[in-house]
């Protein structure tokens, strides 16, 4: 059966043509329901005699439609109240050109809440994984004061300008990446921004990037649970998050409150991965379990979502992360994950 | 010989017996030079005919003039421009009571930029090594989306208010505690706020909270160089950051971040302390740079302060921090941070 975040999902990639801001973002979808394959909603347009009042419901009425298992869709047409059109407009000062060439088959958030569990490092080996099976994928970098990605792969800025909006950056191996340290003259360079500025980037980052056509979009997100996390959640269609925790019960604390997150704003969790899942000692074999025993378990749970990996700590990884040669490393554990996302394919196409 | 820094933090301490913010934070200082032995600024008063202008001038005077090394003070009063009124008076709806009645030695900001590298952990192991030896102490957990002090305390809510504010929680040996955990009615309950509202937050923790009279009040900073750090760099008188950092390069690299903004802040860095720096084998002594090579000597170049402890990685403190029993915890290493910070002290009081 479909579901209202499914319809949701669908709708965040309907643009309105002239405020270049999906209409979920931009609050226009009101009185939502689905009764078995029938969806019903209205659009809120910011002003009724929208010029392009038919395309726009047009656009929505096909997006909800091309769902599995909708045969209905019944649109109604609205219109906001001054105060939510002045709310709204208010947000849409930017023209994002590219977000209308990209074609995105599947954005994926990786997330913790806490800090330090490895979201970047899994998120980078997941698209390396990707990558190797044959998917184009790219990243976008959203930890826009503490950025891990460019290291990881060793690459650099500066950016170059395309037509219709900014070039993303290519690894050795030809996956798309975006990230604030690109923009800046040394990579060690503070960025001291508010949340509002830390928003914006994200967005532009989004949809003022020639992403071009991907299978897949990895979205790095930096620990916490405002401003990037709810930026990422709100305005882009993410079709699910990977939950990142350690073993330490203090960390799966906090990847809670993440998975709580994800819940209070509809966003479904895909699986669970744990890292730092304990040392190897690489001359005896033997293992330790340096940060207490898995709460893998527990944790997915909770998010109502399989473990789908568990990644022991490796020095020879680290070594590699901080010499920029992340995509000559091979996890079979990544085999599960890049699994998981495919296999969620049918479901929802 | 006086510095800039040491005039604007004595002056931090110097209250708007109207607006209930100090006079730095109110953009107040204008002009601040300082000459040898002679300080001179301007103080910009919302309304230049402010009922309460000579006793915030006698007090900016005083706070000046007690700092070693100051001779002279030349105070001139000017007026703020409407727009800068205007800006003021936006952000002081609440008037903190308790901060009229707290008596606060030093405030002392743990700092990384970086995740999960242990921040909370050296605030925890600090404020039990400053306990120890004789001070009264207090922590303001000021990440609020990822809080981890109470757990490492083993202490829960709910707060209690009192005639001038709320009274923070006492740890088993008498740390006074405030973190936005004790305001959840569950642990793992997410906190999904943007920028201002964490700002917000931290500014009740420090103004609103009976601290009383406490020797050390350390502040346990989130990830990132965003709203939290710019909040208690700006509104707080900091004294000074310890820097957290870790042997990989990469959290070395986000770091640096960090040392950049507290240098752009002009907030000094009091020392750098390296955590999870190699792991040694209970079994069997051996020790392994699981995350590399130690980066500390770098991070404390850069940040033109001394390596204060590097601690290895300790399988049984961390099922301790998990059991809220930090504060059995002995470390020889903690011995280093209590001298530094105790020895700052001559020089600037």
Redesign the interface.
């Known amino acids: 059966m479909t579901t209202t975040t499914e319809v949701m999902n669908a709708l965040k990639k309907v643009m309105d043509p002239e405020l270049h801001r999906n209409v979920v973002e931009l609050n226009m979808v009101r009185d939502l329901s689905v009764q078995d394959s029938r969806v019903s909603f209205t659009l809120a347009l910011t002003i009724p005699e929208c010029p392009m009042r038919d395309q726009l419901a047009e656009d929505a009425r096909s997006a909800v439609q091309a769902l599995p298992g909708v045969q209905e869709v019944q649109l109604a047409l609205g219109a906001m109240t001054e105060g939510e059109r002045r709310a709204v407009l208010a947000g849409t000062e930017q023209q994002p050109l590219a977000a209308g060439h990209n074609q995105i088959g599947r954005v994926i958030a990786v997330m913790s809440?806490?800090?330090?569990?490895g979201k970047?490092l899994v998120t980078a080996l997941l698209a390396t994984a990707l990558k190797r099976t044959g998917y184009s994928v790219g990243i976008l970098d959203a930890d826009?004061?503490?950025?891990?990605i460019p290291?990881?792969f060793g690459v650099h800025g500066p950016l170059k300008g395309g037509e219709t909006g900014i070039e993303p950056v290519q690894s050795r191996t030809g996956i798309e990446l975006m990230s604030v340290n690109f923009l800046l003259p040394d990579?060690?360079?503070?960025?001291?921004?508010?949340?509002?500025l830390?928003?914006g980037a994200i967005k532009q980052f989004w949809g003022d990037v020639n992403w071009g056509t991907l299978d897949y979009l990895l979205v790095d997100l930096?620990?916490?649970?405002?401003?990037a996390?709810?930026t990422v959640m709100q305005s882009m269609p993410i079709h699910g998050i990977l939950m990142i925790t350690t073993p330490?019960?203090?960390?799966s604390?906090?990847v809670?409150?993440?998975v709580?997150?994800a819940q209070?704003?509809n966003v479904p969790i895909l699986g669970v991965i744990e890292n730092l899942a304990g040392?190897v000692?690489?001359?005896?074999g033997?293992r330790?379990?340096?940060?207490?025993p898995s709460h893998a378990d527990e944790v997915a749970q909770?998010a109502g979502a399989p473990v789908l990996a568990q990644l022991p700590?490796d020095?020879t990884i680290?070594?590699l992360?901080?010499a920029g040669e992340i995509e000559t490393v091979t996890l079979p554990e990544m085999g599960a994950c890049v699994e998981a996302l495919a296999l969620k394919q049918p479901e929802t196409v």
């Open positions: 809440g806490k800090g330090g569990v970047s826009i004061t503490g950025p891990s290291r990881l990579e060690a360079d503070a960025v001291i921004w508010r949340g509002p830390i928003s930096p620990p916490g649970t405002s401003d996390a709810l330490q019960e203090l960390a604390m906090v809670r409150k993440a709580k997150m209070a704003i040392f000692a690489p001359d005896t033997k330790y379990d340096i940060f207490g909770l700590i020095p680290a070594t992360c901080d």
